[in-house]
């Protein structure tokens, strides 16, 4: 009768590719890629223009950003990557909203971390807010 091609919820196909899930990234694929040069996950940080993010380089080719995280957060211009880390496709910074409570292991201080995260790059004082 006057089903749509695909039946009834035929028109929903379309809507499913403006959303993906990020690829996976980072030691044994245990992060998702935020941003053409940005791996984090919540049980290993972030990863910042290491070889970690390699996997990630190609996300710059689409017109489409693939969706990571767990939570919107920083006035909803990033996505909580890890305990503490709020992350958009071009940076990261610290968000108290994205702390982990449930998970000892990820419950760490960031303050202390802080050199695994970042690696060399400078942490500005609008990171560490």
């Given amino acids: 009768m006057n089903c749509p091609p695909g039946g009834k919820r035929g028109e929903i196909a379309p809507l499913e590719g403006f959303t993906r899930e990020c690829p996976s990234c980072g030691p044994n694929r245990l992060g998702q890629c935020f941003g053409p040069h940005i791996c ?15 996997r990630c380089r190609k996300e710059s080719l689409y017109s489409h950003p693939c969706i990571a995280g767990y939570a919107m957060c920083r006035e909803n211009t990033g996505r909580c990557a890890a305990s503490g880390i709020c ?29 695994a995260i970042f690696g060399e790059l400078e942490i500005s004082d609008a990171v560490v807010q």
């Fill in 40 to 54: 984090c996950g919540p049980t290993i940080g972030c990863f910042i223009g290491t070889s970690e993010t390699y």
């Fill in 87 to 115: 992350c958009s496709q071009e940076s990261c910074f610290m968000d108290s909203n994205c702390r982990l409570r449930d998970n000892t292991e990820n419950d760490r201080k960031i303050d202390s971390d802080l050199n």
